[in-house]
C-alpha cells in the first residue's frame, strides 16, 4: 500500500518536474520583447571559467524591446558581445564601451506563427513526457495488483493517475494558450 502511495508523489512530483521544464523552455522562445531570460543559456570565458552572463554583468531593460548589459568590468564587453554572436540569437549587440544593448526587432506575422508552432511543439513534447510517466505508473500498479494488491484499490489508483494527467495536461494547455496570446499580440 505505500508503495502505490510514494509511486502516485513520485508521478504527481515527475509530471509537475514536466510543467517546470516546459516553463523554462518557453521563456528562451522570443516574444519581439525585450526579456531578460533570453541570455540565460548564455555563458562567457571568464578567467578560463565559462561563467553565466549574469554573474559577471549586470542585465536590465531599458524599454519593452531593449536589454542592456553592464558588465562589472569593462574587459568583459568584447567577450560577452561575442558570446551573444555565437549565441545565434539573432540579435546584433550594439557595444557603446560601456553597455551592450541588444534591440529586439520586431516580429512579423509569418515569424510569430513559426514561433507559434515551437512552442505547441514544446508543449507537445512535456504532454508526451506526461503520458510516458502515467504509463509507467500503470504498469506499477497492475503489477501491484497481479501481487495481491487489492483489485479496486488498484482501479481507484488507475483513476488517480488518470487524474493527475488531466490537471498536467490542462496547466500545460494553459502554459501554451499564454504564450500564444504573448506572441501573437502586437
Known amino acids: ?9 513520485a508521478a504527481d512530483e515527475a509530471m509537475n518536474a514536466a510543467v517546470e ?10 516574444t519581439g520583447k525585450a526579456s531578460t531570460s533570453l ?11 565559462m561563467t553565466p552572463v549574469n554573474q559577471v554583468a549586470s542585465i536590465s531593460t531599458a524599454d519593452a524591446r531593449t536589454i542592456v548589459i553592464q558588465p562589472w568590468e569593462k574587459s568583459m564587453l568584447r567577450p560577452i558581445e561575442n558570446a551573444i554572436f ?12 560601456e553597455v551592450i544593448r541588444l534591440t529586439i526587432p ?5 515569424r510569430r506563427r513559426d514561433l507559434v508552432k515551437q ?9 508526451i513526457s506526461v503520458r510516458s510517466i502515467r504509463h509507467k505508473a500503470l504498469d506499477t500498479i497492475k503489477k501491484a495488483v497481479k501481487d495481491g494488491y487489492a483489485e479496486d484499490a488498484g482501479k481507484d489508483k488507475e483513476d488517480g493517475v488518470q487524474n493527475l494527467v488531466n490537471k498536467y495536461v490542462k496547466s500545460i494547455d494553459h502554459l ?4 500564444e496570446k504573448d506572441m501573437m499580440h502586437v
Open 1 to 9: 500500500m505505500e508503495d502505490i502511495n510514494d509511486l502516485m508523489r
Open 21 to 30: 521544464h516546459l516553463q523554462y523552455e518557453l521563456t528562451k522562445i522570443r
Open 39 to 49: 541570455l540565460n543559456d548564455i555563458a562567457v570565458n571568464y578567467y578560463g571559467a
Open 86 to 97: 555565437e549565441a545565434n540569437l539573432g540579435i546584433t549587440p550594439m557595444n557603446d564601451g
Open 106 to 110: 520586431m516580429l512579423t506575422e509569418e
Open 119 to 127: 512552442a505547441k511543439g514544446v508543449g507537445e513534447e512535456a504532454k
Open 176 to 179: 501554451i494558450e499564454v504564450k
